[in-house]
């Protein structure tokens, strides 16, 4: 029995870490699951390892990492669904194993096209959140086709998945560059935010900055790290853009991100949408998703009002943590499927990325104003997730999922 329970959270770490939840959330679930079968572990979760010492055995490593791009968020729900199943003893260890396996090996539910739509979608809505001007909008959506269709190319393919940051950001931009040394159109880096944005690291760099603040040294700092190596990935892509265009750098200067009311409003209506496609939600979970995006948004926006931008990115932060964990322990959506939407709405990375390119372009106060913004806008991120955590940790005595369809 002891044997069966450690392979089986040897395949739920293996699961969990791929789908990029942080490794201190990792370790409570396989207590937790643990605890539920009347045996004592010993855990110890990193971003590549995972070692575990159950009923005084010997202890076991295995390897665990995180795959380039995102688990579809149907299967994060039924994995969560499965843990519920198996505290709850609904499900046998050695069912539960082979069960993982086939929801982790299972396909998206919207295929390569939907997958396509649904990133034209969420890109045109991040794009209503920071650049609402029509014109802006139409563009960043033209050059969203470029880098949906990479994606959807390198969708499943590791290799092809590991430069595709700088084969997307150089395409994009060089079309983009291209477009606007021939005066089609009049931008700047802002533009090609919105269709870059599967390759900015805010998530990452969040949950880094999030396991640092909670302790996880050794995992906190590895996320923190790959975060910086991406937007440097980015950024050099960009580069390239600029330079094939010759584009003038020292003319290159980001504008600021846009305060009109409404916009972001709409822009996350056509996100959640883009989200439900791309990201392979399912339809129970679809409401809450939005649900917490507003509150995100919302926090965000009185945050901004109290406050300034710092204050913004906490209450956010932290409102939709609190949103998120109450929906979790109604039995609604897990916290994760519905959190991991919003981070990308928050979108603190675009802030960073935008800094480092003006720092090649010359602009180097504007460059210096940005990356600072960015790195305290993250931290106020991680701080606002960790407190919400705090505030909720007392009501996880159980992990409740809905049924799904």
């Not at 079309?175 to 935010?193: E, P």
């Not at 010759?246 to 209506?269: D, H, M, N, R, W």
């Amino acid at each position: 029995m002891t044997d069966k329970l450690v392979e089986f959270l040897e395949e739920l770490s293996r699961a969990l870490i791929a789908s990029g939840n942080s490794v201190s959330e990792t370790e409570r679930i396989l207590r937790g699951v643990a605890e539920s079968q009347n045996v004592e572990v010993e855990v110890s979760v990193l971003p590549t390892m995972l070692i575990i010492k159950a009923g005084g055995e010997t202890s076991r490593m295995s390897l665990a990492a995180q795959s380039p791009g995102v688990m579809p968020l149907h299967q994060v729900t039924k994995i969560y669904r499965l843990i519920d199943d198996v505290r709850s003893g609904g499900t046998e260890i050695s069912d539960a194993i082979d069960e993982l396996r086939e929801i982790v090996g299972g396909p998206h539910r919207f295929g390569r096209y939907g997958m396509f739509l649904g990133y034209l979608l969420l890109s045109v809505g991040i794009a209503f959140l920071i650049q609402p001007d029509l014109n802006l909008v139409v563009y960043s959506s033209l050059l969203s086709v470029i880098s949906g269709a990479l994606i959807v190319l390198g969708y499943g393919n590791r290799r092809l998945s590991l430069i595709m940051p700088v084969l997307a950001s150089f395409t994009v931009s060089g079309v983009a560059f291209f477009l606007i040394r021939a005066g089609a159109v009049t931008g700047n880096l802002t533009l090609i935010v919105p269709p870059l944005i599967y390759f900015i690291p805010g998530v990452t760099l969040t949950t880094g900055i999030y396991e640092l603040a909670s302790g996880e040294l050794v995992s906190g700092s590895s996320r923190v790290i790959y975060g910086c190596m991406l937007l440097l990935l980015l950024v050099f892509g960009v580069l390239m853009g600029m330079q094939i265009n010759g584009f003038p750098q020292e003319e290159f200067a980001a504008i600021k991100i846009s305060t009109l009311s409404y916009s972001p409003y709409i822009g996350a209506v056509l996100f959640a949408a883009g989200i439900y496609l791309f990201l392979s939600v399912y339809r129970s979970d679809f409401p809450w998703i939005l649900l917490v995006l507003y509150t995100a948004l919302v926090g965000q926006q009185l945050g901004n009002t109290m406050g300034g931008g710092l204050l913004g990115a906490f209450l956010g932060a932290l409102s939709m943590t609190l949103v998120a964990r109450a929906i979790e322990m109604a039995g609604k959506t897990p916290h994760f499927v519905t959190l991991y939407p919003a981070f990308w709405f928050l979108a603190p990375g675009s802030i960073g990325f935008i800094g480092l390119a003006n720092l090649l372009g010359k602009n180097y106060l504007t460059s210096i104003a940005e990356i600072t913004l960015f790195s305290m806008t993250v931290i106020a991120i991680a701080l606002g997730l960790l407190v919400g955590a705090l505030l909720t940790e007392p009501f996880h005595e159980k992990i409740r999922a809905p049924s799904g369809d």
